[in-house]
């Protein structure tokens, strides 16, 4: 199953961001496709964290998903709007992009 995942994380964000990736990488473990995910609210602190930030990168490089962070909450933030558009692997998109991918998913789940 090809899953899309949208990680709407809290104040605790390095928690749900370290819980989110053992979640995509026990569904790709199990057989399960995760298309892309989206990190919105605290979860574009990922940024901000370079352990967790290279660990979601290596995992983007070896399942090729798509990795999109809300480009609204990043231009509240001018310097990670420059910041995410020069991370390799994660992407500022808008909601349609986000649309579109969970359009071609079968499933989407949300982690807080």
């Known amino acids: 199953m090809n899953f899309s995942i949208l990680i709407n994380a809290n104040q605790n964000w390095q928690h749900s961001l ?31 964290h370079p352990e967790l930030l290279s660990a979601w990168q290596d995992w983007q490089s070896q399942t090729q998903a798509k990795l999109m962070m809300c480009r609204t909450l990043l231009e509240d933030q001018a310097e990670a709007l420059a910041t995410a558009e020069q991370t390799p692997g994660f992407t500022p998109v808008g909601m349609a992009s986000w649309l579109s991918a969970l359009e071609s998913s079968e499933k989407t789940l949300e982690l807080t």
């Open 18 to 48: 370290s819980q989110a990736l053992s979640v995509v990488q026990l569904m790709n473990q199990q057989g399960h496709g995760v298309s892309a995910v989206f990190f919105y609210g605290q979860a574009i602190n990922v940024l901000k």
